[in-house]
């Protein structure tokens, strides 16, 4: 069974400091990632895609993948009191590209 | 230009009782998949249709069926239900080839008593 490990958290950071959220995953024949970010009582909307080994930057978020390690994690930049929410790993692998999420890691950016 | 919407928000049943929920893919998208997201953890994937076909579902009983019509629209029908399926039911849409990369709607909440 494919899974997608996240740890619940609550993760806890004061305004302005750096978020690392981690990520790791069971099929060693997965292909892409994505992050998704979840406000309470809302729906998840994407914030990242990776597919190759390396970093990848879009303005405050980066996201990192080893693939050798088998985990993906996100980092948040000068982290904001609206960036608190609830951060979702996915992944797929095969050949139905359906995305497998994990159960989420919870931010809290506090001022 | 439409996202994805979702009918209805909210809805309460009974147990035994069966419920349709119903989905409008984004302007554009071909593909629509339906989740179940229990409180406090991931969507769980519960079948996703292509060309008014299933082409993908996941480990949920037969209970739970749907159908996509020509329009890319689609629903989700639940039989039979009991206090378990209580849960925030996400449709999802992409593209094909494309189907990593899911554009969410709002949601309906079901609560069964």
């Known amino acids: 069974q494919k899974e997608v490990e996240q740890n619940s958290g609550p993760l806890s950071v004061p305004e302005g400091a750096i978020a690392s959220l981690n990520c790791t995953y069971s099929?060693?024949?997965?292909?892409?990632f994505f992050w998704y970010r979840q406000y309470s009582g809302k729906s998840p909307e994407l914030i990242m895609s990776?597919?190759?080994?390396g970093d990848k930057e879009d303005g405050r978020f980066t996201a990192q993948l080893n693939k050798a390690s088998q985990y993906v994690s996100l980092l948040i930049r000068d982290s904001q009191p609206s960036d608190s929410a609830t951060y979702l790993c996915?992944?797929?692998?095969?050949?139905?590209?359906?995305?497998?999420f994990g159960r989420g890691t919870s931010l809290i950016v506090h001022p | 230009d439409a996202g994805v919407t979702q009918s209805p928000t909210h809805l309460i049943k009974t147990r035994g009782q069966q419920v349709t929920l119903r989905c409008s893919p984004k302007?554009?998208?071909?593909?629509v998949s339906w989740y179940q997201q229990a409180l406090g953890q991931g969507p769980q994937f519960i079948f996703q249709?292509?060309?008014?076909?299933?082409?993908q579902r996941g480990n949920f009983p037969d209970r739970f069926s749907g159908h996509q019509f020509p329009n890319y629209s689609s629903e989700l029908n639940v039989n039979a239900l009991l206090l378990g399926d209580s849960a925030l039911y996400l449709c999802?849409?992409?593209?094909?080839?494309?189907?990593?990369?899911?554009?969410f709607g709002a949601g309906t909440r079901l609560s069964v008593l």
């Open positions: 999802a849409s992409s593209l094909k080839g494309d189907w990593g990369i899911q554009y």
């Open positions: 099929d060693r024949g997965s292909q892409s």
């Open positions: 990776i597919y190759s080994n």
């Open positions: 996915a992944v797929t692998s095969g050949g139905s590209y359906i995305p497998t």
């Open positions: 302007s554009g998208h071909d593909t």
């Open positions: 249709y292509y060309e008014e076909e299933e082409r």
